[in-house]
């Protein structure tokens, strides 16, 4: 009988473990900003090419890499956007939440591995000031 209320008391509570573990690790960073990674034609991308966001903004980065090599997303030298070094495996994503700065600016992101920044890995990341009701950012 104890056996018996044991495992109806661990069958019960397992789900509300379950729960308190996947909060841990939730991921939140406002609106999702989709970039393909990848290698064609003897070059390689981030797509899309250039990425705009508001001031404050809170934003969550969510990179595939649809190439067949390890690829990296960061902007953190001095005076770039402030996004940490990460490493996408080929056919994995990865997510990164990031805020954008208070003051309108325009950022490099990009692959850091040896040739590819200069094979063509690199995005344009520009904060703009939040356009006015039935406006278009500049």
Same mark, same amino acid.
């Given at each position: 009988?104890?056996?018996?209320i044991?495992?109806?008391?661990?069958?019960?509570l397992a789900?509300?473990a379950?729960?308190?573990?996947a909060s841990l690790?939730a991921?939140g !960073?406002? %609106? &999702?900003i989709v *970039?393909?990674? +990848?290698e064609?034609?003897?070059?390689?991308y981030?797509? =899309?090419?250039?990425i705009?966001v508001?001031?404050?903004?809170?934003?969550?980065?969510?990179i595939?890499?649809e190439?067949t090599m390890?690829?990296e997303f960061?902007?953190?030298?001095?005076?770039?956007? !402030?996004? %940490? &070094?990460?490493i *996408?495996?080929p +056919?994995?994503?990865?997510?990164?939440?990031?805020?954008? =700065?208070?003051?309108?600016?325009?950022?490099?992101?990009?692959?850091?591995?040896?040739?590819?920044r200069a094979a063509?890995?690199?995005?344009t990341?520009?904060v703009?000031?939040q356009?006015?009701?039935?406006e278009?950012?500049?």
């Amino acid at each position: 009988m104890i056996k018996l209320i044991g495992l109806v008391s661990l069958l019960l509570l397992a789900p509300l473990a379950f729960v308190a573990c996947a909060s841990l690790t939730a991921v939140g !960073g406002g %609106q &999702e900003i989709v *970039i393909v990674a +990848g290698e064609r034609d003897g070059k390689m991308y981030f797509e =899309p090419e250039v990425i705009t966001v508001p001031v404050n903004a809170e934003v969550t980065f969510v990179i595939k890499n649809e190439g067949t090599m390890d690829h990296e997303f960061e902007s953190i030298e001095k005076g770039e956007a !402030g996004i %940490q &070094e990460i490493i *996408i495996p080929p +056919g994995r994503t990865r997510r990164v939440n990031w805020t954008a =700065p208070s003051e309108p600016a325009t950022y490099p992101v990009y692959c850091d591995l040896p040739g590819h920044r200069a094979a063509g890995m690199e995005l344009t990341l520009q904060v703009v000031e939040q356009a006015a009701p039935g406006e278009t950012p500049p």
